[in-house]
């Protein structure tokens, strides 16, 4: 079983900044792409970040130069700093990882979500 646990969000006055962790836990082989969406009431999920193993980037066109996503592969960890935030931003934000478990099965896993809030 592999779980995924955020930290690190919570209210913030726009132009603040936030980091976002997610750490990774369980019979963990290895994992490929880890990322960052969200969802704002009322609207479908979009993806915000995205890193792959070697640390290879993808942002949503919004967020670029303002977030920067980063990972730790020793300790199955990734982030996300997000600097100027805008109230726009605001949304609950969900870790994913691709994981191959210990028994070498392939798993897309999801974490609890946490909520970021931007306003003044």
């Known amino acids: 079983q592999v779980q995924l646990v955020e930290s690190g969000g919570g209210l913030v006055q726009p132009g603040g900044s936030l980091r976002l962790s997610c750490a990774a836990s369980?019979?963990?082989?290895?994992?490929?792409?880890m990322g960052w969406y969200r969802q704002a009431p009322g609207k479908q999920r979009d993806m915000v970040a995205l890193i792959s193993s070697s640390g290879s980037t993808n942002y949503l066109d919004s967020v670029k130069g303002r977030f920067t996503i980063s990972r730790d592969n020793a300790k199955n960890t990734v982030y996300l700093q997000m600097n100027s935030l805008k109230p726009e931003d605001t949304a609950v934000y969900y870790c994913n990882a691709d994981v191959t478990a210990v028994a070498r099965v392939t798993l897309n896993v999801w974490g609890q979500g946490t909520q970021v809030t931007v306003s003044s």
């Open positions: 369980g019979s963990i082989f290895s994992i490929a792409v």
